[in-house]
């Protein structure tokens, strides 16, 4: 490996320790000039990200022209998308992006009722997870049904109209033995997340930056 | 000669210093004796970042009374005292946050009753300051150094030669076989690491399995498709696949067109993924990184284009739905130990090992916890408040 390739590996390990170590450090530093460190470091992460995010509208812009140039499969979609693109910028170039512009009026009327469509599917998609994982195949399946139908019940005044333990069970239910698995599980996580980042802080792992 | 006596040159300031004293405590006292009933105490506000004195007062009357009472602030050099904003009768803690750093302060409380106007004795000078470590939090940091003992413990034992065993996990098992299934139906692999940010540690676990899967897919000659929610993410897995590919030999085959940024919108990202997924119908999908509400309508799509689906992430939410539509998932941790787990690493397989032996201690603590509970042990449930 050329000494130009090792040094442009070992600048970022060196870089990723500094920054790690003193991200820990500053949590235990109440100190005025450790909060304006730690603002600092704040705003150097969203001048960053507003790069990265030129390089991604620029990546997705370039992309999309070829396909429509290249008349690709599905290139109308491809169009679709650098219109919009391309209108949602002019816009609010020209008038702005507060209240009353058109940009906003966009954003209203045409982006939020698409999200809200989006998550609207989900009450289909999770009827159907439902009824595939709900199937009573083996005995922790059918416990899995038993306790999902006291619990959909439980969360509907139905449930309670049929008797008043539904509700109370429901409320077990979801209180502890769900909630002792949960808490498992969030300290795998955490001890995981303490682990992966000590490793990345110390250089253990590189995958990162392309691997070793 | 140095003088090395501890206090040279302050010997003439002790008689002096004592003289105050006694003249301070002798109006104080005279003061008391015949103004408000009240003690007021008033100290830098430990732990913080200063700008901050904290004041509790004792002997406030509880019930409704007719004497108006008021907080005053003065500082030594300026010698006129000022009401202090916020305060009132009920606190009897006030942390008063409109003073400077390094300034002598002085408190006292003014009672006024028709036109009776009397006074508690004077507290001060009390000076706020910054402190450099929160004792607070020194709990945490006993913590965060038994984690660290215990990781880079094993790590160091792991680079002796020191193999460890690691349980068989059926995701990770099934990655293989999953990129394996993509070859031979001849399409491409949909891979996906959520809405995460670089910053979150289950993207940067995401993107350790991103580097194997990559490179298994640079062999294969199996398209990978990656679509981003974070142009950071997308710029980081267009260099870890490059490097995966350069690593198998083959990196004229990456294509970075392969690797892109979609939106930072939610659901719009969800609607990009599921076009991609049911005009190129993928044979394996893989879901590694933080996911929301869109996790189930990713999944979802994905099974109905019959693709094998392989998904970890980081919520437990999320979780419920990817088990129930996914063919493989890997739960709370086992996202984590997905690069040692893959590439055999020995440091990462030994600080894997180290996270195990915590997460006994973890247990250990939380029976032992369970016991001080019943037993009363309040001083044990302390030990782990955090400030």
């Known amino acids: ?212 | 000669m140095k003088n090395l006596q501890p206090f040279a040159g302050t010997y003439m300031l002790r008689p002096k210093l004592a003289t105050f004293c006694l003249v301070f405590f002798l109006l104080t006292s005279t003061v008391s004796a015949a103004g408000l009933p009240v003690k007021l105490n008033a100290v830098d506000t430990p732990n913080d970042k200063g700008e901050s004195i904290t004041l509790t007062i004792e002997g406030l009357p509880q019930e409704a009374s007719e004497v108006e009472y008021e907080l005053l602030r003065s500082a030594v050099e300026d010698n006129s005292f000022q009401v202090v904003e916020g305060w009132s009768v009920k606190d009897t803690v006030f942390v008063d946050d409109n003073v400077e750093n390094g300034v002598e302060y002085l408190y006292v409380l003014k009672g006024t009753e028709d036109q009776d106007v009397q006074f508690s004795a004077v507290v001060g000078p009390v000076i706020s300051r910054g402190q450099w470590f929160n004792t607070e939090r020194t709990n945490v940091l006993l913590g965060v150094a038994i984690c660290f003992l215990f990781i880079l413990g094993f790590v160091l034992y792991a680079r002796r030669g020191k193999k460890f065993y690691v349980r068989p996990i059926a995701g990770l098992q099934a990655v293989d076989n999953a990129i394996g299934r993509a070859t031979e139906m001849g399409k491409p692999i949909l891979y996906s690491s959520g809405l995460g940010k670089m910053d979150r540690v289950a993207t940067m676990a995401s993107m350790n399995i991103l580097a194997s899967v990559a490179e298994k897919t640079a062999e294969y000659n199996t398209p990978l498709i990656f679509p981003n929610y974070d142009p950071v993410v997308m710029a980081t897995a267009q260099e870890v696949v490059f490097e995966a590919y350069s690593k198998a030999g083959h990196p004229e085959a990456f294509n970075p067109d392969n690797i892109f940024f979609v939106t930072q919108s939610q659901f719009g990202y969800a609607a990009a993924v599921n076009g991609i997924m049911t005009r190129q119908l993928p044979a394996t999908n893989l879901f590694f990184g933080t996911f929301e509400a869109e996790a189930l309508i990713l999944a979802e799509t994905g099974n109905s284009v019959g693709a094998l689906q392989i998904a970890g992430t980081d919520s437990t939410i999320q979780l419920s739905f990817f088990i129930v539509a996914c063919d493989y998932t890997l739960i709370g941790e086992e996202l984590f130990v997905a690069s040692g787990y893959l590439t055999k690493d020995p440091q990462i397989l030994g600080s894997i090992k180290g996270q195990d032996f915590l997460k006994a201690l973890v247990v250990l603590l939380i029976l032992i916890g369970g016991i001080a509970g019943i037993l009363g042990w309040n001083w044990f449930v302390k030990l782990f408040s955090i400030g």
């Open chain 1, 1 to 212: 490996m050329s000494k130009k390739h090792e040094m442009a590996r070992r600048i970022p390990i060196i870089v990723c320790f500094v920054f790690g170590l003193f991200m820990l450090v500053q949590f235990f530093v109440p100190h005025r000039l450790s909060g304006a460190a730690y603002e600092t470091v704040l705003d150097w992460m969203q001048i960053v990200f507003v790069f990265t995010l030129l390089v991604g509208a620029i990546s997705y812009a370039k992309l999309n022209v070829k396909k429509v140039s290249r008349t690709e499969s599905g290139w109308g979609y491809n169009a679709i998308g650098l219109v919009g693109l391309a209108v949602m910028v002019i816009l609010g170039l020209w008038k702005g992006t507060g209240e009353e512009t058109p940009f906003l009026w966009m954003f209203n009327n045409v982006q939020a009722p698409m999200q809200s469509t989006m998550f609207a599917l989900l009450a289909f998609f999770v009827a159907s997870a439902a009824y595939r994982g709900f199937r009573a195949r083996s005995w922790e399946a059918g416990l899995l049904l038993v306790v999902a139908i006291v619990v959909m019940l439980g969360r509907v005044p139905l449930g309670s109209f049929i008797s008043h333990w539904i509700p109370d069970a429901a409320n077990w239910i979801l209180r502890t033995p769900s909630m002792a698995a949960k808490r498992g599980i969030y300290i795998g996580i955490g001890l995981g997340t303490i682990s992966t980042s000590l490793r990345i802080i110390l250089g253990i792992e590189r995958t990162y930056l392309g691997g070793k």
